[in-house]
């Protein structure tokens, strides 16, 4: 699977963002996705994660009530929409993929480790 991010950009305190991450390779309706950041000199962080059948998400405290992950498989692509962006969302931010075994397709993933595969990152910049 080959991820490809786009959406990031510029964009004031209190805007929004939609990234995107499409999908290369077969069968991405049976990836659990997830997002990630990366700020300057910190680690990265789990933002966001859906199950391969969009019955389930989760969310980083930090993020929950303004971003939103959801997933369109006839389009191969995931999407998080960023609303109420604050300074501290600014990050570089990065699609990943597992492939899940979960039959009933509510298992999402949020550990950085569980992800086989990961896109180039787009850069947010939030600024206040």
């Known amino acids: 699977v080959q991820l490809q991010a786009s959406g990031g950009g510029l964009v004031q305190a209190g805007g929004s963002l939609r990234l995107s991450c499409a999908a290369s390779?077969?069968?991405?309706?049976?990836?659990?996705m997830g997002w990630f950041r990366q700020a300057p000199g910190k680690e990265r962080e789990f933002v966001a994660a859906?199950?391969?059948?969009?019955?389930?998400?989760y969310y980083a405290s930090s993020v929950k009530g303004r971003f939103t992950i959801s997933r369109d498989n006839a389009k191969n692509t995931v999407y998080l929409q960023m609303n109420s962006l604050k300074p501290e969302d600014t990050a570089v931010y990065y699609c990943?993929?597992?492939?899940?075994?979960?039959?009933?397709?509510?298992?999402?993933?949020?550990?950085?480790?569980?992800?086989?595969?990961w896109g180039q990152g787009t850069q947010v910049t939030v600024s206040s």
């Open positions: 859906i199950s391969w059948s969009a019955s389930s998400t």
């Open positions: 390779g077969s069968t991405f309706s049976r990836y659990g």
């Open positions: 990943a993929a597992v492939f899940s075994s979960s039959k009933s397709g509510s298992y999402y993933y949020t550990q950085h480790g569980e992800y086989d595969y």
